[in-house]
C-alpha cells in the first residue's frame, strides 16, 4: 500500500492488513520545493517527512518500497545524495526490498504539462548508479509503460543491461491512473497486438525480457526474504503463503496436488506432450482470457521466447553428473530453481537417464493399503488422518481394525491379484511392538504369498521401544515372522530445521536413517520417499536427495524413490496459516527428475504417485525421469483424509492403458521388481470393483 507521508501509528496499522507498503523519496533536492519548483506548497513533499515515514516503516518491521523521480530539476549529484539516503535507513533496519527508478514524463493540464522529460540516458545512468550503490541484493525496477523515447522495444533491453531486475506492477487490465495518457508507439500493433491501456501486454514484455537473456516470472506484492513472521502480520502471512511457491515468486497456477484436474488445472496433460520445449495451454491468452495470468510448467510466463538465455552453471552441473560426480548441497539447489530452458534442460537429462537405464518399460505392482488404525498419539502438522485426543485434527471417526478384519482384507486383496499388502497405520498410544507382530502374523496365516510391506521406521522406532529392545533386535523379529520390505514413509523432509516444525515429536533424520540403515544390514529392503511442498525450501530438498544418496550408496538397500507431493486442503498446518498450498507443477516435476539425476545409480526406481498428481499427472511424469507408477492400492485413506480427490483404486486395465498412451510399455512387478505371477495378473484382470 502507498498512501503517502505517513505516522508512526499509520504505519502500524496498514501493517495488519498489507503485506508491503511503499512511500517514493523522489529525491533529496529542498530547491524543489521553493516557488516555481515542483515541490512548492507540497509539505509532504519535503524531504525530511518522507525519510521519516520510511524509517518509521523500518521501526515497525514493514517491507518497503522507495525510489527515485528523475527529471523534475534534480542534479545527477543530488539523485546520489538520495540513494545513498535510502541506503543508510536500509542499513539500519533492513526493510527496503525494491527501489523504484521512475522517470517524469510531463501530463496534460498540470503545470509541467510542457515540462522537458528527461532522456533515455539519464534514466540509465540513475538505474546504473542505483546498482552500484546497493549491490547485487537489491531489487530494482523501472516502469516500463513509462520508458522514453520508445521505438522498437530495445530500449527496454537497455534498462535491463543497466541494472534493473523488476518491471514493477503491470496489469493487463486496468488503466496506470497515475500516467493514464502514456501510450506506446503503434509498432506494438505490428505484432497483432492491440493495446487499449498503457500498460505493455504482459506477454509482449515477457518476449522483450527473454530477448535480453532474462525470464519474466509473477512476483507478489512482498519479496521472498520477508515472507516470515518476523516482518509480516499472521493474519497477512497465512494469505501470503498460499500464493507463493517455494521460491518466494507468485504460484501464479490453480492446481495444488490432490485436486481433481479439470480445464484450469491439467497442468500437465497439455505440458507434458512437448515437454523438451514447447509451450503450453496455461500461458497468459489476451485472446481467450485477458485477466487471467499464469506461468507454464516451467515457470515462465513466455517460455518459447527464452532465446538469449543460457543458463550456463546448470549445464555445468548436469554434465558433472553425467560424469558420474557427486553434487554438491549448492548446486542441487541450484537446479531446483531451474526455470524455462534451465528446466527443459533437467527434465530432458532426466528422462534420457531413465531411457538409459530402465528402457522403455514403466512398471507397476498390484497391492492394496491397509491402514489399521487412524489413532495417533504424535502430532505431526501435515498429517490429516490422524484421529484421538492429541492429534490435530478430529474429522471424522477414530478406528482399528480388528485382526480378524485385517486378515479378510488380506485374502481378498490376494482374491483380486495382488502380490502386496502395505500397511501401516497411526502410532495408537496403546499398540507395543507386539501389536504389530500379531497383525504381521494376522496376514501371513491368512495369505502367505502375499509380501508384507509394512511399517514404517517410526513404527519400527516404537516398536523396539515398546518392547525394550533395540531397532535390529526387533526387525530381526518382524523379518523371521515374514516382513518383506519396510516402507520408506515418515521420512518427510529428512532435515531437523523442517522437522522441528513439521513433525517434532517424530524421530529425528538420523534415527529415520538409522532404521534404514540397519534393515538394509540386515537384509530388508526398503522404499525412500519425500513428502514436499510445505514450509520447506529447495535447499531443504537438495539435503535430503543428498542424505538417501549415501545411504543408498553405502547399503544399496533402497528399491524405489517416491516423492509425495503435500496435500493441503485439510492439513492441520495449513489450516493454521503456515504452509503453502502444495507443490506446484513445476516444482513436482523437477523434484522426480532432480532425483533421478542426484540418486543414479544407487536408486534406479523414480515412481510418479498417481494418488497425489492425479492419474494424468502421473502418467505426464513418465516424461521427466519417472518408470514406475507404483500401486493399483485398492484402497487409501491417508491422502483422501487430506483432501486429495484420488486414491480409491486404479485398476490395471486403467494403469497400462494410462501408460501405453505415452508410447511406453506396461510391465506387473512385484514390490522387488520382479515379475509378477501369471495367475496374479490374471485374478487382477478380471478382479471386479470393490464394494
Given at each position: 500500500?502507498?498512501?503517502g507521508?505517513?505516522s508512526?501509528?499509520?504505519?502500524?496499522?496498514?501493517r495488519?492488513v498489507?503485506?508491503?507498503?511503499g512511500?517514493?523519496?523522489?529525491?533529496i533536492s529542498e530547491?524543489l520545493?521553493?516557488p516555481?519548483?515542483p515541490h512548492?506548497r507540497c509539505?509532504?513533499?519535503?524531504?525530511?517527512?518522507?525519510?521519516?515515514?520510511?524509517?518509521?516503516?523500518g521501526?515497525e518491521?514493514v517491507p518497503?518500497?522507495s525510489?527515485?523521480?528523475i527529471?523534475i530539476?534534480?542534479?545527477?549529484?543530488?539523485?546520489l545524495q538520495?540513494l545513498?539516503a535510502?541506503?543508510?535507513?536500509?542499513k539500519?533496519y533492513?526493510?527496503i526490498q525494491?527501489?523504484i527508478i521512475?522517470n517524469?514524463?510531463?501530463?496534460k493540464g498540470?503545470?509541467?504539462?510542457k515540462?522537458?522529460e528527461p532522456?533515455l540516458?539519464?534514466?540509465e545512468?540513475?538505474?546504473a548508479m542505483?546498482?552500484?550503490?546497493?549491490g547485487?541484493s537489491?531489487?530494482i525496477?523501472?516502469?516500463?509503460?513509462?520508458?522514453?523515447?520508445?521505438?522498437?522495444?530495445k530500449?527496454?533491453?537497455?534498462?535491463?543491461d543497466?541494472?534493473?531486475?523488476?518491471?514493477?506492477?503491470i496489469?493487463?487490465?486496468?488503466k496506470d491512473?497515475?500516467?493514464p495518457?502514456?501510450?506506446f508507439p503503434?509498432?506494438?500493433?505490428s505484432?497483432?497486438?492491440l493495446?487499449?491501456?498503457?500498460?505493455p501486454?504482459?506477454?509482449l514484455?515477457?518476449a522483450?525480457?527473454a530477448d535480453?537473456g532474462r525470464?519474466m516470472?509473477?512476483r507478489?506484492?512482498v519479496?521472498?526474504f520477508?515472507i516470515?513472521d518476523l516482518?509480516?502480520d499472521?493474519t497477512v502471512?497465512?494469505?501470503?503463503?498460499?500464493?507463493e511457491?517455494?521460491?518466494?515468486?507468485a504460484?501464479?497456477?490453480?492446481?495444488?496436488?490432490?485436486?481433481?484436474?479439470?480445464?484450469h488445472s491439467?497442468?500437465?496433460?497439455?505440458k507434458?506432450?512437448n515437454?523438451?520445449?514447447?509451450?503450453?495451454?496455461?500461458?497468459f491468452d489476451?485472446?481467450?482470457?485477458?485477466a487471467?495470468?499464469?506461468?507454464?510448467?516451467?515457470?515462465?510466463?513466455?517460455?518459447?521466447r527464452?532465446?538469449?538465455?543460457?543458463?550456463?552453471?546448470?549445464?555445468r552441473?548436469?554434465k558433472?553428473?553425467?560424469?558420474a560426480?557427486e553434487?554438491?548441497e549448492?548446486?542441487?539447489?541450484?537446479?531446483f530453481?531451474?526455470m524455462g530452458p534451465?528446466?527443459h534442460?533437467v527434465?530432458k537429462?532426466?528422462?534420457?537417464?531413465?531411457?538409459?537405464v530402465?528402457?522403455?518399460?514403466?512398471?507397476?505392482v498390484?497391492?492394496?493399503n491397509?491402514?489399521?488404525t487412524n489413532?495417533?498419539?504424535y502430532?505431526?502438522?501435515?498429517?490429516?488422518?490422524s484421529?484421538?485426543?492429541?492429534?490435530?485434527?478430529l474429522r471424522?471417526?477414530p478406528?482399528?481394525l480388528s485382526?480378524?478384519?485385517?486378515?479378510?482384507?488380506?485374502?481378498?486383496?490376494?482374491?483380486?491379484?495382488a502380490t502386496?499388502?502395505?500397511?501401516q497405520?497411526?502410532?495408537?498410544p496403546?499398540?507395543?511392538g507386539?501389536?504389530?507382530?500379531?497383525?504381521?502374523k494376522?496376514?501371513k496365516?491368512?495369505a502367505?504369498e502375499l509380501?508384507v510391506?509394512?511399517?514404517?521406521?517410526?513404527e519400527v522406532?516404537q516398536?523396539?521401544f515398546?518392547?525394550g529392545?533395540?531397532?535390529?533386535?526387533?526387525?530381526?523379529?518382524?523379518?523371521?515372522?515374514?516382513?518383506?520390505?519396510?516402507?520408506?514413509t515418515?521420512a518427510?523432509?529428512l532435515d531437523?530445521?523442517v522437522?522441528?516444525?513439521l513433525?517434532p515429536?517424530?524421530?529425528?533424520?538420523?534415527?529415520w536413517l538409522?532404521?534404514m540403515?540397519?534393515?538394509h544390514?540386515?537384509?530388508?529392503r526398503?522404499?525412500?520417499t519425500?513428502?514436499f511442498g510445505?514450509?520447506?525450501r529447495?535447499?531443504?530438498?537438495?539435503?535430503?536427495?543428498l542424505?538417501?544418496r549415501?545411504?543408498a550408496r553405502?547399503t544399496?538397500?533402497?528399491s524405489e524413490?517416491v516423492?509425495?507431493?503435500?496435500v493441503?486442503m485439510q492439513?492441520p498446518?495449513y489450516?493454521k496459516g503456515?504452509?503453502?498450498k502444495?507443490?506446484?507443477?513445476r516444482?513436482?516435476v523437477?523434484m522426480?527428475?532432480?532425483?533421478r539425476?542426484v540418486?543414479?545409480?544407487?536408486?534406479?526406481n523414480?515412481q510418479?504417485s498417481?494418488?497425489?498428481?492425479g492419474?494424468?499427472?502421473?502418467?505426464?511424469?513418465?516424461?521427466a525421469?519417472?518408470n514406475?507408477?507404483?500401486g493399483s492400492?485398492?484402497n487409501?485413506?491417508?491422502?483422501r483424509?487430506?483432501?486429495a480427490s484420488?486414491?480409491?483404486?486404479?485398476s490395471?486395465?486403467?494403469m497400462?492403458?494410462?501408460?501405453?498412451s505415452?508410447?511406453k510399455?506396461?510391465y506387473q512387478r512385484?514390490?522387488?521388481y520382479g515379475d509378477a505371477?501369471a495367475?496374479?495378473?490374471?485374478?487382477?484382470?478380471?478382479?471386479r470393483?470393490?464394494t
Amino acid at each position: 500500500m502507498n498512501v503517502g507521508v505517513m505516522s508512526r501509528e499509520d504505519v502500524i496499522l496498514l501493517r495488519r492488513v498489507s503485506v508491503s507498503q511503499g512511500l517514493m523519496l523522489e529525491s533529496i533536492s529542498e530547491k524543489l520545493l521553493e516557488p516555481g519548483g515542483p515541490h512548492y506548497r507540497c509539505p509532504d513533499k519535503h524531504p525530511s517527512a518522507r525519510l521519516s515515514s520510511i524509517a518509521a516503516a523500518g521501526e515497525e518491521k514493514v517491507p518497503f518500497t522507495s525510489g527515485l523521480l528523475i527529471g523534475i530539476g534534480e542534479t545527477r549529484e543530488e539523485r546520489l545524495q538520495a540513494l545513498l539516503a535510502l541506503r543508510n535507513l536500509h542499513k539500519q533496519y533492513g526493510h527496503i526490498q525494491e527501489l523504484i527508478i521512475q522517470n517524469f514524463r510531463a501530463k496534460k493540464g498540470t503545470a509541467m504539462a510542457k515540462a522537458a522529460e528527461p532522456p533515455l540516458v539519464e534514466l540509465e545512468w540513475t538505474i546504473a548508479m542505483a546498482r552500484l550503490v546497493f549491490g547485487t541484493s537489491m531489487s530494482i525496477q523501472a516502469p516500463p509503460n513509462l520508458t522514453p523515447t520508445m521505438t522498437d522495444g530495445k530500449e527496454w533491453k537497455r534498462l535491463i543491461d543497466a541494472g534493473i531486475n523488476d518491471w514493477g506492477g503491470i496489469s493487463p487490465v486496468t488503466k496506470d491512473w497515475v500516467n493514464p495518457e502514456i501510450n506506446f508507439p503503434m509498432f506494438f500493433e505490428s505484432l497483432e497486438i492491440l493495446l487499449q491501456a498503457p500498460w505493455p501486454h504482459v506477454n509482449l514484455l515477457a518476449a522483450a525480457t527473454a530477448d535480453a537473456g532474462r525470464l519474466m516470472v509473477p512476483r507478489l506484492a512482498v519479496y521472498p526474504f520477508y515472507i516470515n513472521d518476523l516482518w509480516l502480520d499472521p493474519t497477512v502471512l497465512r494469505r501470503v503463503l498460499a500464493h507463493e511457491n517455494s521460491l518466494g515468486y507468485a504460484r501464479a497456477e490453480e492446481w495444488s496436488p490432490g485436486l481433481a484436474q479439470d480445464a484450469h488445472s491439467s497442468f500437465l496433460e497439455d505440458k507434458l506432450s512437448n515437454l523438451n520445449g514447447g509451450s503450453t495451454g496455461n500461458h497468459f491468452d489476451s485472446v481467450t482470457n485477458p485477466a487471467k495470468i499464469s506461468v507454464g510448467t516451467d515457470g515462465t510466463m513466455h517460455p518459447t521466447r527464452a532465446i538469449g538465455f543460457q543458463g550456463m552453471d546448470v549445464k555445468r552441473i548436469l554434465k558433472k553428473i553425467e560424469e558420474a560426480v557427486e553434487p554438491s548441497e549448492v548446486e542441487v539447489t541450484r537446479l531446483f530453481r531451474a526455470m524455462g530452458p534451465e528446466f527443459h534442460d533437467v527434465v530432458k537429462a532426466a528422462d534420457e537417464l531413465r531411457a538409459r537405464v530402465n528402457g522403455e518399460k514403466v512398471s507397476y505392482v498390484v497391492n492394496r493399503n491397509i491402514n489399521y488404525t487412524n489413532v495417533c498419539g504424535y502430532k505431526c502438522q501435515f498429517c490429516a488422518f490422524s484421529k484421538g485426543k492429541l492429534s490435530e485434527n478430529l474429522r471424522g471417526k477414530p478406528y482399528s481394525l480388528s485382526l480378524d478384519e485385517v486378515s479378510r482384507r488380506a485374502v481378498e486383496a490376494w482374491e483380486r491379484g495382488a502380490t502386496e499388502v502395505c500397511m501401516q497405520g497411526g502410532i495408537h498410544p496403546e499398540f507395543t511392538g507386539e501389536t504389530y507382530m500379531e497383525i504381521l502374523k494376522a496376514v501371513k496365516t491368512a495369505a502367505p504369498e502375499l509380501h508384507v510391506h509394512a511399517f514404517s521406521p517410526l513404527e519400527v522406532f516404537q516398536g523396539a521401544f515398546t518392547l525394550g529392545v533395540s531397532v535390529e533386535e526387533f526387525l530381526v523379529e518382524l523379518k523371521n515372522a515374514g516382513l518383506g520390505s519396510l516402507p520408506g514413509t515418515a521420512a518427510e523432509v529428512l532435515d531437523d530445521e523442517v522437522r522441528r516444525l513439521l513433525c517434532p515429536d517424530k524421530i529425528s533424520t538420523d534415527q529415520w536413517l538409522e532404521v534404514m540403515e540397519t534393515a538394509h544390514r540386515i537384509g530388508l529392503r526398503t522404499t525412500s520417499t519425500i513428502m514436499f511442498g510445505h514450509l520447506d525450501r529447495s535447499q531443504h530438498w537438495a539435503r535430503h536427495l543428498l542424505r538417501l544418496r549415501n545411504l543408498a550408496r553405502n547399503t544399496g538397500g533402497f528399491s524405489e524413490f517416491v516423492p509425495l507431493p503435500f496435500v493441503h486442503m485439510q492439513a492441520p498446518i495449513y489450516l493454521k496459516g503456515r504452509a503453502r498450498k502444495g507443490p506446484t507443477s513445476r516444482e513436482c516435476v523437477l523434484m522426480h527428475s532432480i532425483a533421478r539425476l542426484v540418486l543414479h545409480p544407487f536408486i534406479t526406481n523414480v515412481q510418479a504417485s498417481w494418488v497425489k498428481m492425479g492419474p494424468g499427472g502421473a502418467q505426464a511424469l513418465l516424461a521427466a525421469g519417472c518408470n514406475d507408477m507404483g500401486g493399483s492400492l485398492m484402497n487409501e485413506s491417508i491422502t483422501r483424509a487430506a483432501g486429495a480427490s484420488h486414491g480409491e483404486e486404479l485398476s490395471p486395465k486403467e494403469m497400462e492403458t494410462l501408460i501405453l498412451s505415452t508410447g511406453k510399455v506396461p510391465y506387473q512387478r512385484t514390490t522387488l521388481y520382479g515379475d509378477a505371477p501369471a495367475q496374479q495378473r490374471i485374478r487382477a484382470f478380471s478382479a471386479r470393483p470393490l464394494t
